[in-house]
């Protein structure tokens, strides 16, 4: 038995393992994660701020205060600055969604909402859509398309500037919810592969008695180990760049530039 065939095999139904699949009614294993998710998310929100106090004395509750914290001066007032207090709430609701997402796919046998790219495509389109409702709320409609374009150009530059602003404008769903899909998918199908690649030469080295087999899962294991760690980085990476540019684009629809 080749150890290497068996993997293989193995790859392939790892990577169908990701297709979504029904479970009941219309609701895939990623739809009803996301549900999951979202009690997390509000279980942790609820019960960090029951446990605020003054002096906060519960390490729970620091670690959400802190969370709070962080998004509302980085993200907030040093990105969107003058009236970002209104944007908070969306801020910190993308952040904590994704960041504990992708936290609970690192749970073995759990799976992770972002790495379906509907999900993330459906994240995507909310800030798309709502950095751009901020943007024609404060400048009006037409005031919105024509600052697409930086101001005091030439007619005939302008229009050739607007143009390629525009499909700027229009890429930044895409790039928001491939980034965050493709980091994660990747991520989980690596650690997928480790997994198994440890499991199958052991076992191929049980089955056969060529107990030398077993020596490449060491490799494996501590490949896996690694992995695993630069995927927890990953996870909180990727739920700030997600959060962080969201909030840039915010900025760049509300503010004069």
């Known amino acids: 038995m080749n150890p290497l065939e068996v993997l293989i095999e193995k790859t392939t139904e790892l990577k ?148 390629f602003e525009f499909i700027s404008l229009v890429l930044r769903v895409l790039t928001l919810a491939v980034r965050l899909y493709g980091n994660m998918f990747a991520g989980h199908m690596v650690l997928g592969i480790f997994a198994m690649a440890t499991g199958v030469f052991i076992q191929v080295a049980f089955q056969t008695g060529t107990f030398v087999f077993a020596l490449p899962s060491i490799g494996w294991m501590f490949l896996l180990l690694f992995m695993y760690a630069l995927e927890m980085l990953v996870a909180y990476i990727q739920a700030y760049v997600f959060t962080v540019l969201s909030a840039v684009y915010v900025s760049l629809a509300t503010s004069e530039h």
Not at 41 to 55: D, E, H, P, S
Not at 78 to 90: A, C, D, Q, R, S
Not at 138 to 147: L, M, N, P, Q, T
Request: proline fraction near 5%; charged fraction near 10%; glycine fraction near 10%.
């Open 16 to 163: 169908d393992s990701f297709t979504p699949t029904i479970i009941f009614g219309n609701i895939t294993q990623y739809t009803l994660w996301m549900y999951i998710i979202l009690a997390l998310v509000l279980i942790v929100v609820l019960c960090g701020a029951r446990k605020t106090t003054t002096v906060p004395k519960s390490k729970f509750a620091n670690m959400v205060e802190y969370g709070y914290e962080f998004i509302r001066s980085d993200m907030g007032e040093n990105v969107i600055g003058h009236g970002y207090e209104k944007h908070l709430p969306f801020l910190e609701t993308l952040f904590f969604f994704i960041l504990i997402a992708n936290f609970v796919g690192l749970i073995p046998g759990c799976k992770t909402p972002t790495g379906s790219i509907s999900v993330t495509w459906a994240l995507a389109a909310i800030s798309f859509v709502y950095f751009n409702f901020y943007g024609i709320k404060a400048r009006g409609g037409w005031g919105y398309i024509k600052s697409i374009a930086p101001k005091g150009l030439p007619l005939f530059m302008a229009i050739i500037i607007w143009v």
